[in-house]
């Protein structure tokens, strides 16, 4: 509930300041604000050595890849096809490419999972971020013809975002300089590793509540007033089929083993922060109604879990 309360007082205030100033001009500096407080203090944990628990382990990992990359792909294409909205269409493909999150670490601790074996997932699904943006990079060639043509109404100081983006970019920043960070910390600087440690839950939700508080800052997020209320309904029941069937998936094709939970935590949540960033460089290309479902999958997101982990830990104790 409070992590609801912050995501919600986050994204009012910036929605606010943005309508009083006009909104903020988007600095890709954020994404290296991501990459630093919520990839590096997760790779604090990771070495080398680890990966060589993955081949006993391949069963895990190949049930990841075709779950996430397939299965929940596929759903995801669906249902935005059926509400015949590209914009939203859109969101629902890049959430179904970006399983896990930075909080995913956290469930999987609480939940009694394996917890190398998760970090390990969460390290594969977080090197796949290069084809994973190609392969939406491409998205719109197939799209725009298969969708009514979306408003693309964008007032003229809001608009280039989408052209400043690389392919590479996000892989660079979220991925290769956090990880080149870490190994740094750890070799010079061990006190602040503990130091994170202790304080991870803390720096996690004040890293999103920021992140979220300045992308809702932005211009571009001035957009959403520009929606209607059917598209807000059909943003949102369409989100809510999404997560529906992923969780039934994730209670369906996993099991409750220490393995099985670690691969469950990354089917049944998504990298919804780093979906909302991307979102920023697309909005021209697929509308306003592109960062509807990111914005509800919060909601849908962090309460659903929060019951889930509630419920696994309750589990562990009466057993």
Same mark, same amino acid.
Request: hydrophobic letters at 70%; proline letters at 0%.
């Given at each position: 509930m409070q992590q609801i309360i912050l995501i919600i007082s986050a994204i009012a205030l910036g929605l606010l300041f943005g309508n009083f100033t006009g909104g903020l001009t988007f600095s890709s500096l954020v994404c290296l604000v991501a990459g630093i &407080?919520?990839?590096t203090p997760s790779l604090f944990k990771f070495h080398l050595a680890d990966f060589a628990i993955l081949k006993n382990n391949m069963p895990s990992v190949y049930k990841n890849l075709w779950i996430n990359y397939l299965l929940i792909t596929a759903i995801a294409l669906a249902i935005g096809y059926a509400t015949q909205d590209i914009g939203i269409a859109a969101a629902l493909f890049l959430l179904?490419?970006?399983p896990g999150g930075g909080m995913v670490m956290m469930w999987i601790k609480q939940s009694g999972a394996n917890v190398k074996l998760g970090f390990l997932i969460f390290m594969l699904n977080l090197a796949l971020l290069l084809p994973i943006t190609l392969i939406f990079g491409m998205y719109d060639n197939i799209a725009l013809s298969l969708f009514p043509t979306p408003d693309l109404t964008i007032p003229e100081h809001m608009q280039g975002v989408a052209k400043k983006i690389m392919p590479i970019a996000p892989f660079m920043i979220l991925v290769v300089i956090p990880f080149l960070l870490s190994r740094l910390v750890l070799k010079f600087f061990p006190k602040l590793v503990d130091l994170t440690a202790k304080h991870q839950q803390l720096i996690s939700k004040s890293t999103m509540f920021g992140i979220v508080l300045y992308l809702f800052s932005l211009s571009t997020a001035q957009?959403?007033?520009?929606?209607?209320?059917m598209d807000l309904v059909?943003?949102?029941v369409a989100t809510a089929i999404f997560y529906a069937i992923v969780f039934i998936i994730a209670e369906k094709l996993t099991d409750k083993t220490a393995n099985g939970k670690s691969v469950y935590w990354h089917i049944a949540t998504r990298y919804i922060t780093l979906a909302l960033i991307m979102s920023v460089f697309s909005v021209e290309t697929y509308g306003?109604? &592109?960062i509807l479902p990111i914005m509800i999958a919060?909601?849908?997101q962090i309460g659903f879990a929060g019951f889930l982990s509630k419920r696994q830990i309750k589990a562990?104790?009466?057993?």
């Open positions: &407080f919520l990839v179904a490419l970006l957009l959403l007033f520009q929606v209607e209320i059909k943003a949102f306003a109604t &592109f919060y909601f849908i562990i104790k009466t057993t």
